[in-house]
């Protein structure tokens, strides 16, 4: 069993930068896909940035150039660089984590085996 507990997330103003953390559970941290996904208010939970085994990365296009996924396999955490943050941000981020993902499934929640709880973050204009 994995668990995954995010931080980082806050009110910040529009143009801004958060950098969210996910530590994870358990010595098997360097096995596991991780991933992040959105979730704004009256909309569906959304892929947004994910960092294989490997250390292949992938963001949405809704945010390339502006967010970072990267990870610590000695800290057990994974991280998302944000910056120029817009309105349109703002949403509840959850981390995710998977043991068997390739592909065009990384874009899908339902390939993950494991979810944190949420932090919400929130972009004034």
């Known amino acids: 069993q994995v668990q995954l507990v995010e931080s980082g997330g806050g009110l910040v103003q529009a143009g801004g930068s958060l950098r969210l953390s996910c530590a994870a559970s358990g010595p098997t941290f360097s096995s596991l896909t991780m991933g992040w996904f959105r979730q704004a208010p009256g909309k569906e939970r959304e892929f947004v940035a994910v960092i294989s085994r490997s250390g292949g990365r992938s963001v949405s296009d809704s945010v390339k150039g502006r967010f970072t996924i990267s990870r610590d396999n000695a800290e057990n955490t994974v991280y998302l660089q944000m910056s120029s943050l817009s309105p349109e941000d703002t949403a509840v981020y959850y981390c995710?984590?998977?043991?068997?993902?390739?592909?065009?499934?990384?874009?899908?929640?339902?390939?993950?085996?494991?979810w944190g709880l949420g932090t919400q973050v929130t972009v004034s204009s």
């Open positions: 995710a984590a998977a043991w068997t993902v390739s592909g065009s499934a990384y874009y899908t929640e339902g390939s993950y085996d494991y």
